[in-house]
């Protein structure tokens, strides 16, 4: 695959605005997936297996947590992308926190050893630092007090907007390092994501959107409001 073809694929990609500031989705997944058959084959299979990854811990209701990190090791030695592996990481990171944030909203103390709660190569970091506003991340996750405030008043939209914006920026930055290169392109891809999911919100379901996105990071569902 020439560089020409990568240039003539970035090129062909829209501008996206701000999640907060669209009115609309600029491009549809059909037409997203007819310029990404200019991808070389290798970097077609690293981002699909990185959606696969991202996407199927988004989905709580039937997964556990010893499967999510059954598939985050199936899948994570075959990330091989430098920059690719550094946002799914990432977001894998943000979904530690918030599981730590959880437990320890519920009072509960550090994961024993060996126990199935994150994934990530953070864990042991979070752990040790259990105890810390920031658990040990705020080198990577800034907003960990915030988000902890947030989660503590039940404000389900701003906790979105506040991990969205964090992934957006991340991206941007990401995609800034090669302008006609295999990381513009995947930063589109999931930059795209977002912002479809925040047009797709519900400012009405706010509390709905709030349990769900307790589930999805602590996988129990049954104590939500008790």
Do not use: C
């Given at each position: ?83 690719l592996r550094e946002i799914v990481e990432f977001r894998m990171a943000q979904r530690t926190a918030l599981v730590a944030l959880r437990r320890r909203r519920q009072g509960l103390p550090a994961p024993a050893a060996g126990e199935a709660w994150g994934v990530g190569s953070w864990l042991n970091l979070v752990t040790s630092a259990w105890d810390r506003d920031d658990l040990g991340l705020g080198h990577l996750l800034p907003w960990i007090p915030e988000a ?79």
């Amino acid at each position: 695959m020439s560089r020409t073809t990568y240039y003539t694929l970035v090129a062909s990609l829209p501008r996206l605005p701000h999640f907060e500031e669209a009115a609309w989705l600029p491009m549809s997944r059909k037409q997203m997936n007819q310029r990404l058959t200019m991808l070389t084959p290798e970097d077609a299979l690293q981002l699909r297996l990185a959606e696969d990854l991202l996407k199927w811990q988004r989905q709580p209701v039937t997964k556990t947590d010893r499967e999510m990190l059954e598939q985050y090791r199936k899948l994570i030695p075959a990330i091989t992308d430098v920059s690719l592996r550094e946002i799914v990481e990432f977001r894998m990171a943000q979904r530690t926190a918030l599981v730590a944030l959880r437990r320890r909203r519920q009072g509960l103390p550090a994961p024993a050893a060996g126990e199935a709660w994150g994934v990530g190569s953070w864990l042991n970091l979070v752990t040790s630092a259990w105890d810390r506003d920031d658990l040990g991340l705020g080198h990577l996750l800034p907003w960990i007090p915030e988000a902890a405030a947030l989660l503590e008043a039940g404000a389900a939209k701003e906790l979105d907007r506040l991990l969205m914006n964090s992934v957006w920026t991340r991206l941007g930055r990401i995609a800034e390092r090669s302008n006609f290169g295999f990381e513009p392109v995947f930063a589109f891809v999931f930059r795209r994501d977002i912002l479809q999911r925040w047009l797709a919100y519900d400012a009405q379901l706010a509390k709905v959107r709030f349990q769900e996105l307790v589930a999805e990071v602590t996988r129990e569902q049954q104590q939500l409001f008790a």
